[in-house]
């Protein structure tokens, strides 16, 4: 299941862009950690990108 | 179009931070919310990062596995019309004779009797009294087409071609197999011819009925390959033409037989290299 869309305030407080700025942060961190998954060469390529993780599908000839 | 890059100033204001910020979220939105889209699989796997989507093309390898089973196909197709040739000259050279030498000591021939093939049809040039028997050893398979140097009544040693009737390699030409004791057995085929050369005038001489025992043989023939059927020389259309030579260099009947050159029956390293790459 994907990740929810970050709220983002019209004109954030400071404790708001706090909180985002952590998101933020925290999400390119998991962007960073991004996996490949090899799937089907039949199975259509995907993005998944979930709180903690984040992963790719991609059809290779071998994959399962 | 791909997305303008954000500008990244070391200092900000309380505004400017939290327009960056902003921004920031506003784009990681649209990474999060990123697609992988299949594409031809010729394409080039390719990211788009657009102010309100990003996607991946990756190159569908569905569409790429049809097309390599298409080759396949293809392939297999081709090999099997290889093969197929590959059989057609395994049989042509299956009928061609053995090379190397040939001693009249050792051959072949034992009687010369008149009356039946037996399980052999033979043609060429009768020119003596010689026919075959059917215990005559082949020089070469025990089935198909072989050549031997028979001692003839009038000694003199003839070549001829002959061909088992039975066995797991058939002539060409059906019609060159007769039943036994037909007078066709002995007239009408194709035939053998020797032609002594002389290499002085580099001619060949008449067709000869074969080659003389002793010191009188010596020199080199030309062994051509006559037929009534429409079978020419691949090169040049000629019938006959020429397939081998033999030399008799002593007064000893042994004969030395060699084909001409390019002998498509031997297989080259050329060749080995090209079936190494299929």
Redesign the interface.
Known sequence: M??Q??E?PE??SYQQ?QE??Y??TK??NV?LEIQINPVS??S????I?AGTN?K??????NGA | MSIPQLKNPKKLSYNE??EQ??E???R??I????????ISPTGTPKFNFSDDSAT?D?P???E??ELTEDCEEEIEALKAIIEALEADIAQLCSERPPAGSWSANQLVYTTVTSGSCGGYSHYGQQFNTASLATNSTFLGSNYGNGYAIINTSSALTALYRIQRSTGDIFPPDPLQLQPDGSSSCMAIFGSIQIKKYNPVTMTFGSSQPGISAGATGIGVYGVFHRTNYNRVDPLNGTNPYQIAWITKETADDVFQYNFLADDPCEEDEEDEEVEEVI
């Open positions: 994907s990740i869309k970050i983002i004109n954030p862009l985002l700025q998101e933020v999400r390119m962007l060469k039949t259509f390529p995907k993005f990108f984040a790719l599908n991609m059809p290779t000839l | 931070l939290r910020v902003s920031l979220a506003r990681m939105n990474l999060t919310d990123m697609r992988a889209v299949s991946l990756v569908s390898l569905e790429l596995t």
